[in-house]
Nanobody, 125 residues
């Protein structure tokens, strides 16, 4: 059974840094493109960042591309989201998603097949 477990969320002040982690169990990480999504209270779930199977290609939503970094450690089955200079607008539950693919360089905003329970990030001014 595939499972993803996110961790690293918390309550932080605007301008701080935060590192989210996502650990995959029950599947090898190297067969999937991975992504982070988030959902703010009362809003739709939105794409934040994606990383290809090979880790050679990344993609970000416009508002985070100069502040967040997605990375992966395939040997340890972990995906990271390093969040710098966080803003109150970054508040939400962050989810890690996986999408099996044969394309080693693909990044995606949709079509993910498995995801975790999320970790809460709250940024205060």
């Amino acid at each position: 059974q595939v499972s993803l477990e996110e961790s690293g969320g918390g309550l932080v002040q605007a301008g701080s840094s935060l590192m989210l982690s996502c650990t995959l169990s029950g599947r090898i990480l190297t067969d999937s493109a991975m992504a982070w999504f988030r959902q703010a209270p009362g809003k739709e779930r939105e794409f934040v960042a994606s990383i290809s199977r090979s880790a050679g290609v990344v993609e970000y939503m416009f508002t985070v591309e100069d502040r967040f970094t997605i990375s992966r450690d395939n040997a340890r089955n972990i995906v990271f989201l390093h969040m710098n200079r966080v803003e109150p607008e970054d508040t939400g539950v962050y989810f890690c998603d996986g999408r099996p693919t044969h394309v080693s360089t693909g990044t995606y905003r949709v079509g993910y097949e498995y995801w975790g329970q999320g970790t809460q990030v709250t940024v205060y001014p």
